[in-house]
T-cell receptor, first 115, second 115 residues
Framework: DSGVTQTPKHLITATGQRVTLRCSPR?????VYWYQQSLDQGLQFLIQYYNGEERAKGNILERFSAQQFPDLHSELNLSSLELGDSALYFCASKGGEGGQYNEQFFGPGTRLTVL | AQSVTQLGSHVSVSEGALVLLRCNYS??????LFWYVQYPNQGLQLLLKYTTGATLVKGINGFEAEFKKSETSFHLTKPSAHMSDAAEYFC?????????????FGQGTELSVKP
């Protein structure tokens, strides 16, 4: 158990819909990262937050957005869903803002299926 | 910019045989390198990491990896495979162009262990 929790574990929805994925980092970790894992793209970084502020952005679609709340949990919002958004979405947390040598701790993921 | 290439999307070994999973990286600065393992329907778990210092890094479950700067490689090995090692393995480099330290992953190698 990494200490990072993600809900829900599975999500099935229809095209055009909007969903929210939730992540609670390890106790005390200020950085939260979101990754998408799909068969064709592999593991791709989406976005990072540190203590409530956006720190880095990857190839995140405009239809996707995220935020980190004062209690440090984070939400990833996916809207106008398309079939190609079906993937496993991981959240990871890390203690510091930088610390590129520090490992990230991954949650179990949310499997999103868009029908 | 950093990048990672994992040679071989599928590797199959017999139980008790040597495990060798290959990873090559590209980085203009000294890299921070990681190996993660993903068991079916689970999140990613850190096996080991290289930051600085000793180039032979020991990790969990009997795995080790050697950082070879001249070959830009960070191959993962285990002397004797066990059935429980069957999983997907990801090599990653920490993005040092960005203070956030997002991980850049290889495409993954699926390890099968035959009895």
């Amino acid at each position: 158990d990494s200490g990072v929790t993600q809900t829900p574990k599975h999500l099935i929805t229809a095209t055009g819909q909007r969903v929210t994925l939730r992540c609670s980092p390890r106790s005390g970790d200020l950085s939260v990262y979101w990754y998408q894992q799909s068969l064709d793209q592999g593991l791709q970084f989406l976005i990072q937050y540190y203590n409530g502020e956006e720190r880095a952005k990857g190839n995140i679609l405009e239809r996707f957005s995220a935020q980190q709340f004062p209690d440090l949990h984070s939400e990833l919002n996916l809207s106008s869903l398309e079939l190609g958004d079906s993937a496993l979405y991981f959240c990871a947390s890390k203690g510091g803002e930088g610390g590129q040598y520090n490992e990230q701790f991954f949650g179990p993921g949310t499997r999103l299926t868009v029908l | 910019a950093q990048s990672v290439t994992q040679l071989g999307s599928h590797v199959s070994v017999s139980e008790g045989a040597l495990v060798l999973l290959r990873c090559n990286y590209s980085s203009s600065v000294p890299p921070y390198l990681f190996w993660y393992v993903q068991y079916p329907n689970q999140g990613l778990q850190l096996l080991l990491k290289y930051t600085t210092g000793a180039t032979l890094v020991k990790g969990i479950n009997g795995f080790e990896a050697e950082f070879k700067k001249s070959e830009t490689s960070f191959h993962l090995t285990k002397p004797s495979a066990h059935m429980s090692d069957a999983a997907e393995y990801f090599c990653a480099v920490s993005d040092q162009d960005n203070q956030g330290g997002k991980l850049i992953f290889g495409q993954g190698t699926e390890l099968s262990v035959k009895p």
